[in-house]
């Protein structure tokens, strides 16, 4: 019987090569998807956190112009509630106005507008709901499709 001599080299061979190049090419593409995962679910965190910002912001100015307000104008005061797109308020000598224009919420201050939302938390609603019997301005708005409410009392 012939023995058969093994040649030792250094190195791979080409079949350890492909294995382990395959290898590290599943563990790198995981990793990249897991990476992804984790940015995309911060983007969509952070756009969340901007938009609940936007509304609080909205609301404690809606809150502010009702609190400083002498006079509410209201669209029909004969009925027990009504609703509109516009609040316009008397705060001493000055005209204030809240209304909706195109995906922008605005605050006009004796004529002189204000946009009360970012460009990227675009406003799609915006209504005022007046409850003569309870003396309640109910705010309803839309930021980025999510609705909020608010309500404000005012006293005459």
């Known amino acids: 019987m012939q023995s058969v001599k093994f040649n030792?080299?250094?190195g791979f061979t080409l079949l350890e090569t492909v294995v382990y190049i395959?290898?590290?090419?599943?563990?790198?593409g995981g990793g990249m998807i897991g990476v992804f995962n984790i940015l995309?679910?911060?983007?969509?965190?952070?756009?969340?956190?901007?938009r609940e910002q936007e509304a609080y912001f909205i609301t404690r100015k809606i809150?502010?112009?009702?609190?400083?307000?002498t006079s509410i104008d209201e669209?029909?005061?004969s009925s027990a509630s009504t609703t509109s797109g516009q609040l316009?308020?008397?705060?001493?000598?000055?005209?204030?106005?809240?209304?909706h224009?195109?995906?922008?919420?605005?605050?006009?201050?004796?004529?002189?507008?204000?946009?009360?939302?970012?460009a990227l938390v675009p406003a799609t609603a915006l209504s005022f709901y007046w409850n003569n019997a309870s003396n309640t301005i109910v705010t309803?708005?839309?930021?980025?499709?999510?609705?909020?409410?608010?309500?404000n009392y005012y006293y005459e």
């Open 101 to 118: 224009s195109g995906e922008e919420i605005l605050l006009t201050r004796d004529g002189t507008p204000y946009e009360l939302n970012d």
């Open 140 to 151: 309803t708005f839309t930021l980025d499709d999510h609705p909020y409410s608010v309500s």
């Open 22 to 28: 395959a290898l590290l090419a599943i563990l790198i």
């Open 40 to 50: 995309e679910g911060s983007g969509r965190t952070r756009q969340s956190m901007y």
């Open 75 to 77: 669209p029909d005061v």
């Open 88 to 99: 316009t308020v008397q705060a001493g000598a000055e005209t204030i106005v809240i209304n």
């Open 8 to 10: 030792r080299t250094n």
């Open 63 to 69: 809150d502010a112009v009702i609190s400083e307000a």
